[in-house]
């Protein structure tokens, strides 16, 4: 359900949006997924996550890079 609503709001932004995407791994498939239909409806997109090679990381037009005591996150 969430996923779905998710998708939908990212559908409606556009050229005076952002969206803000938050993944530790940056592999979560619904998150990587919506912000990728947002950047696709012209939002500017901002990726916070831990690993700059990420699905994530690359769909973003902007990246935040996090640390994190985990291992094996990725």
């Known amino acids: ?11 409606t932004l556009g050229r005076q949006s ?3 995407a938050i993944s530790n791994s940056g592999r979560t498939v ?5 912000l990728r239909t947002a950047r696709a409806g012209g939002a ?10 990420s699905p994530l990381a690359q769909a ?3 990246v ?3 640390t994190t005591n ?5």
């Open 1 to 11: 359900k969430d996923q779905g609503v998710q998708q939908i709001s990212a559908s």
């Open 18 to 20: 952002a969206a803000i």
């Open 30 to 34: 619904a998150i990587v997924d919506s």
């Open 44 to 53: 500017v997109t901002v990726a916070i996550t831990s690993f700059a090679d």
């Open 60 to 62: 973003a037009d902007i």
């Open 64 to 66: 935040l890079l996090t």
């Open 70 to 74: 985990e291992v094996g996150a990725a």
